[in-house]
């Protein structure tokens, strides 16, 4: 008999990177992601550009090297790299880094 996996067929080596945003009212949630669109590359693009409203915290995870961490600092930290180079940030992205690293925004 064959069973179906909870996890997705990946490529091996493949590291993947959630969101979890906070909705309010609704409360917080993994945003849904593309396994596409799941690079870090891709998370600090969709933070910097506002596509979260309010992100909490992001978590990468590797299946085939068997690991997940909590990178929200990284991410933090690369946005306001980001920030400082190009000032293109959306508010609720200074606001993630500003929370985050404890610094203003």
């Known amino acids: 008999m064959r069973t179906a996996t909870l996890v997705p067929k990946l490529t091996d080596g493949v590291t993947v990177y959630l969101v979890l945003n906070d909705f309010g009212p609704l409360g917080r949630a993994y945003v849904e992601t593309d396994e596409a669109k799941a690079s870090e590359r891709d998370v600090i693009s969709d933070i910097s550009s506002g596509q979260h409203s309010k992100p909490i915290r992001v978590v990468a995870f590797n299946t085939s090297e068997g690991w997940s961490r909590d990178v929200t600092e990284d991410i933090a930290e690369a946005l306001l790299e980001r920030d400082a180079s190009e000032n293109d940030l959306s508010q609720s992205a200074k606001t993630f880094f ?7 925004t």
């Open 98 to 104: 500003g929370r985050v690293l404890n610094t203003a």
